[in-house]
C-alpha cells in the first residue's frame, strides 16, 4: 500500500481521549443534535427537528436517531466501555482488501488496541424479523477477512489479532443455519441481542475486568503467543481425576481465565452456572488487595483441551506419596482455563498494583466437561459454610480493633461491646445475644445497629469522624491513644447498658421475662439502646453530663426517662402493644425509637429530639389536612393549565401530540372502570383526561418548555407558568421544575390511605402553601 493510502485509513480514526470522549457522550444520546442560526429554525422543525436549547447566537435542535444508527452507537460505546482508545470517530470508515479500486468495504466500527483489531458490522431492525438469505453477505467472507488481515498488517503493524463481528439487533438467524456455518468457518463472531447485553452486563458488574472476559468470548482457544507458560507443579489424583497444584501471577490468570456465566450469550457452553460478579464485593477485593491483602485459598480451574493441551513433564516421585512434582507447560491461550470456583478473587486482582508481582494458589482439573464442573461448583457452595453475619460481626472485634482507620476500629468497638454484654456472667444479657455460631434470642446485628445509632459513639468515615455524630459522645476523638480511649468508652459504655437492663430485669421482670418482649426483642433492643443514647445526648446539652461522667452518673439522671417508658410499657393495653409489635419491615427500627422516644415525651414534654418534632408533625391530621388541600388544588391547577396550553399551542392537533400519554391514561381509565365494577359501583365512564399523572404532566412541561403558538408571540410558556425557585435559583430547566419532583413524592402523603405513618411535616406544608400561592395570587 502505498503511504497515502495508509493515512487515509489512520485519518478516520482517533486515539485523541478528549475527542473520544466527546464522540461516546454523543453517541450515548439517543438525538443527533446541530446548532443552527435562529432564522433557520422553523424550516428545521418542519422537517421533524425540535427545540433542544436557545443559545445566544444560535439554536440547538434535535432530533432522534434511526434504529440503525442508535444500534451502532450502542455497539461503539460498549466498545469504549471495554477500553478501547482507538476507533473510528465517522460511519464512512471503508478497509480495502484487495487491488482493485472497488475492493472496500464499509465497516461500522472499528476498534483497536495493543493487541486486537475488531471489525464489526451492524444490521438491525426496528422490529424483530428474520434475516433473509445471507449468502451474499458470508460467501466471499474468507476472502475479504484474508485481505483486510494483510491491509490491517500494513497499516497498525504485524502481530495483531484480527476478528470480524456480525452484530444484530432485533433480526433473527437460526443458529444452525448455513450461514452462521459460513461465518463461524471464518473464525469470525456472531453478536446478537443476547451478546449485547451479556457484555452490558459484564461492564455494569466487572467495570474494567470486563475486558478479560470479553477477550475469552471473542478469542476462545485463540493463542495469545506461542510461548507456552511452563511452571512448577504437583500432579495428584482425588474422585478418580487428575489434577494439578501450581501459583500463577493473577494478570496470567485474568487472560487464561474464563467464567461460565448464566446466560444466554454463553448457551453454546450449557449448563452453565455462574452469577455475574458483584460489584461491590469486586471493588472491595481490589481495595482489601490494594492494601496489601491476600487470600490463602486456592482458585478451582479447569483446563479446556479441545484444541490446546496441558502438558506435564514430571521430575521426580517420592516413595512416600503418589503425587509427583513437575513442571506444568500451559498454552498461552485465551479462555481455555475456566474458573470454577474464586471468580471474584482473580477479577479482583485486575486494576491492582499487584496484577503481576501477586501470585495465587491454584488447583486445576482437566478435560472436566459443563456437568461435571456444575457438580464442584454446587459441592463447594453446598458444602463449605457461608462465614455467618453474626460471626462476621463477632470476628470484627479481633480483625479491626488495631486498624489504623477510626470507622473500622468503631466497628471493633460496637462489636467488643456486644460481645463483652453477652458473654459476662454478671449481666443480664449473659448468653441472650448470639455470638460468632451460637444462637440465641436477640441477634447481634440488634445491638451493633443500635449502638452505631444510639449516639453513644461517634460515626467515622475512614479516618473523619462525622462531626455532628461527635457531641454527647462517650468516645473522646482527641485522645490518639485509641487502644486505652476504646477500652476506656467500652468500659463505660457495657456498664451503662448492663444497668440499664438491670432496671428492666429487677423492676419489671413481667416486661423483661415476656417471651414476645417489647424491650428482649430485637427490633425492642435496637430502640431501647436508642433512646438510651439519645437521653445521654439530651443531658450532655442541658450540662448534666460530659466525658468525664461514670456510667453510675449517667445512669441515674436518665434513669427517671426510662422508668416513665417501663411504667407505660407495663401498662400497655393489648391493642397498643400488637400495634407495636406489627411494625415489620423496612424502617420498624426506627419506627420502634421513635415510639419509645414519645412514651417517654408524654411524661416528660421537655424532652423531644428534631426527628421525634417532625415525627409528631406527620401525625397531626389537622397538618396532614390542611397539606393535603393545598395539594389537591395545585394539582388542579396544574391540569387546567397543561390542557388548556397544550391545546392553545397545538389546536385541534393537541392529542397526537401527546398520545403516548393519552395511551396510557386510557388504560389506567379502563383499569380504574374494571375496579369500580368489580366493587359493585356498576359501570362508570371516566374520561381519559382525568387519569393523568403528575410525571405525565411535567413530561408535557418539559418537552414544550419554551414552545408558543405559531402566531402570538407574547405567548405565556409552560416556562412562564411553571418555574418556581426553590431554593436553588432557575438557572436550568431542570431546577425551575425540581419542585414537581417534591410535589409528587409528597402527594403520596395525601393521596393514599395507609400512609398516614408517614404524614406532612410542617416544613413540607409550608412548602405546599408556598407553592398554592405561586399559582393562585396570578390568577384573575
Not at 454 to 477: D, M, V
Request: hydrophobic share 35%; glycine share 6%; proline share 3%.
Amino acid at each position: 500500500m502505498k503511504q497515502i493510502e495508509i493515512d487515509q485509513i489512520k485519518n478516520k480514526l482517533t486515539d485523541d481521549v478528549s475527542q473520544l470522549g466527546k464522540i461516546y457522550k454523543s453517541k450515548k444520546s439517543p438525538f443527533i443534535s446541530i446548532s443552527i442560526d435562529h432564522n433557520l429554525v422553523d424550516d428545521y422543525l418542519n422537517d421533524g427537528w425540535e427545540i433542544e436549547k436557545i443559545l445566544k447566537t444560535k439554536t440547538r435542535l434535535r432530533k432522534p436517531k434511526t434504529h440503525h444508527k442508535m444500534f451502532e452507537d450502542d455497539v461503539w460505546c460498549q466498545f469504549y466501555d471495554l477500553g478501547y482508545r482507538y476507533l473510528n470517530y465517522d460511519d464512512t470508515f471503508k478497509l480495502p482488501y484487495g487491488k482493485e479500486p472497488e475492493d472496500k468495504k464499509q465497516i461500522d466500527i472499528i476498534a483497536i488496541d495493543k493487541e486486537t483489531v475488531i471489525l464489526i458490522e451492524c444490521k438491525s431492525s426496528e422490529k424483530p424479523k428474520p434475516s433473509g438469505s445471507l449468502k451474499t453477505e458470508f460467501e466471499g467472507l474468507e476472502r475479504r477477512l484474508d485481505g483486510f488481515r494483510k491491509v490491517i498488517d500494513q497499516v497498525f503493524g504485524k502481530g495483531l489479532k484480527v476478528k470480524y463481528v456480525y452484530a444484530t439487533r432485533n433480526i433473527r438467524i437460526d443458529p444452525e443455519s448455513i450461514e452462521i456455518e459460513r461465518l463461524v468457518k471464518t473464525r469470525s463472531f456472531y453478536y446478537n441481542d443476547n451478546t449485547y447485553e451479556y457484555i452490558n452486563s459484564l461492564i455494569k458488574n466487572y467495570k474494567g475486568a470486563a475486558r478479560y472476559q470479553f477477550l475469552g468470548l471473542m478469542f476462545k482457544d485463540q493463542l495469545i503467543n506461542a510461548e507456552k507458560i511452563e511452571i512448577p507443579a504437583v500432579e495428584g489424583s482425588m474422585g478418580n481425576k487428575k489434577y494439578y497444584m501450581f501459583s500463577l501471577e493473577p494478570h496470567l490468570l485474568l487472560k487464561l481465565g474464563f467464567v461460565l456465566h448464566r446466560t444466554r450469550a454463553n448457551e453454546a457452553e450449557m449448563p452453565t452456572y455462574q452469577r455475574l460478579l458483584v460489584p461491590s464485593r469486586l471493588q472491595g477485593i481490589r481495595k482489601f488487595i490494594n492494601e496489601g491483602g491476600y487470600f490463602p485459598n486456592s482458585i478451582i480451574i479447569n483446563f479446556a483441551q479441545k484444541k490446546h493441551k496441558v502438558y506435564f513433564e514430571p521430575s521426580t516421585r517420592t516413595s512416600d506419596s503418589n503425587s509427583r512434582f513437575g513442571i506444568l507447560k500451559i498454552p498461552n491461550a485465551h479462555a481455555i482455563a475456566y474458573i470454577i470456583d474464586g471468580q471474584h478473587r482473580v477479577y479482583g486482582y485486575s486494576d491492582t498494583n499487584f496484577t503481576e508481582s501477586n501470585t495465587i494458589p491454584v488447583v486445576a482439573f482437566t478435560d472436566l466437561d459443563s456437568l461435571e464442573q456444575l457438580k464442584i461448583f454446587f459441592d463447594i457452595n453446598e458444602n463449605q459454610k457461608a462465614v455467618s453475619p453474626s460471626l462476621r460481626g463477632t470476628l470484627q472485634r479481633d480483625l479491626l480493633w488495631d486498624s489504623d482507620k477510626a470507622d473500622q476500629r468503631l466497628s471493633a468497638l460496637r462489636s467488643s461491646i456486644t460481645i463483652e454484654l453477652a458473654e459476662s456472667t454478671n449481666g443480664p444479657l449473659y448468653n441472650k445475644i448470639e455470638v460468632g455460631e451460637d444462637s440465641a434470642i436477640l441477634k447481634l446485628s440488634a445491638f451493633l445497629n443500635g449502638l452505631k445509632n444510639s449516639g453513644l459513639l461517634p460515626k467515622a468515615r475512614g479516618n473523619n469522624y462525622i462531626p455532628e455524630s461527635t457531641f454527647g459522645s462517650i468516645y473522646n476523638i482527641h485522645n490518639q491513644n485509641h487502644k486505652r480511649e476504646m477500652s476506656r468508652s467500652e468500659k463505660i459504655v457495657v456498664q451503662l447498658l448492663n444497668l440499664c437492663y438491670e432496671l428492666v430485669e429487677e423492676e419489671y421482670p413481667e416486661v423483661f421475662n415476656r417471651e414476645r418482649s417489647l424491650i428482649m426483642s430485637n427490633r425492642g433492643s435496637y430502640a431501647y439502646i436508642s433512646l438510651i443514647g439519645s437521653l445521654n445526648i439530651w443531658e450532655a446539652k442541658h450540662g448534666k453530663v460530659d466525658q468525664k461522667s461514670s456510667a453510675k452518673e449517667r445512669f441515674e439522671i436518665i434513669s427517671k426517662y426510662l422508668i416513665a417508658l417501663l411504667d407505660q410499657l407495663k401498662s400497655m393495653s393489648v391493642e397498643e402493644e400488637e400495634s407495636l409489635l406489627s411494625k415489620y419491615g423496612s424502617g420498624a427500627e426506627k419506627k420502634w425509637s421513635l415510639n419509645f422516644q414519645l412514651l417517654v415525651n408524654k411524661v416528660f414534654p421537655e424532652y423531644e429530639t428534631e426527628e421525634l418534632v417532625i415525627w409528631k408533625e406527620r401525625q397531626d391530621k389537622d397538618l396532614l389536612a390542611k397539606g393535603r388541600h393545598f395539594g389537591v388544588e395545585i394539582e388542579k391547577f396544574m391540569k387546567h393549565q397543561v390542557l388548556q396550553k397544550i391545546q392553545e399551542i397545538f389546536g385541534d392537533d393537541w392529542e397526537l401530540e401527546i398520545n403516548s400519554i393519552k395511551r396510557k391514561c386510557l388504560e389506567r381509565a379502563e383499569e380504574e372502570k374494571e375496579k369500580n365494577y368489580k366493587e359493585g359501583l356498576g359501570r362508570t365512564e371516566i374520561e381519559w383526561t382525568e387519569m393523568f399523572t403528575i410525571n405525565d404532566y411535567k413530561s408535557i412541561i418539559e418537552k414544550y418548555w419554551t414552545r408558543k403558538p405559531e402566531k402570538d408571540q407574547e405567548y405565556s410558556t409552560f416556562q412562564d407558568a411553571f418555574s418556581i425557585d426553590i431554593g436553588e435559583g432557575l438557572g436550568s430547566k431542570a431546577k425551575s421544575i425540581k419542585w414537581i419532583s417534591k410535589f409528587n413524592s409528597l402527594r403520596n402523603s395525601w393521596a393514599h390511605e395507609g400512609t398516614k405513618e408517614k404524614g406532612l411535616s410542617k416544613e413540607e406544608v409550608r412548602f405546599l402553601e408556598n407553592i398554592y400561592q405561586l399559582f393562585y395570587s396570578n390568577v384573575d
